[in-house]
Nanobody, 126 residues
């Protein structure tokens, strides 16, 4: 069982920055692919970014290209999402997810993740 706890959300003005963190339990974090998803009110949960177990490969949604950066520290069992140039449309609950079996481009798809955090709210004001 893997537990994921997100933190770092909050209220920020458009153009500002936030860094989300996701702390994972367990000894095998360094073997998991990790992803960030978000869900705005009335919308489906959508892919944001993902990172391979080693951190050498990353994947992103076009909507966040050049603004968000995913990274991980396997020594701390933590994955991060640095969000810059935030826009009101980035407002959502952000979820961290772990995939213990999948790699590659499928990491953009929710069914390939088997553990999810509870989410952290990000609100961007205009």
């Amino acid at each position: 069982q893997v537990q994921l706890v997100e933190s770092g959300g909050g209220l920020v003005q458009a153009g500002g920055s936030l860094r989300l963190s996701c702390a994972a339990s367990g000894r095998r974090f360094s073997s998991y692919s990790m992803g960030w998803f978000r869900q705005a009110p009335g919308k489906e949960r959508e892919f944001v970014q993902a990172i391979s177990a080693s951190g050498t490969s990353t994947y992103y949604a076009m909507s966040v290209k050049g603004r968000f950066t995913i990274s991980r520290d396997n020594a701390k069992n933590t994955v991060y999402l640095q969000m810059n140039s935030l826009k009101p449309e980035d407002t959502a609950v952000y979820y961290c997810a772990a995939s213990t079996t999948s790699i590659g481009s499928v990491l953009s798809q929710r069914p390939f993740y088997n553990y999810w955090g509870q989410g952290t709210q990000v609100t961007v004001s205009s």
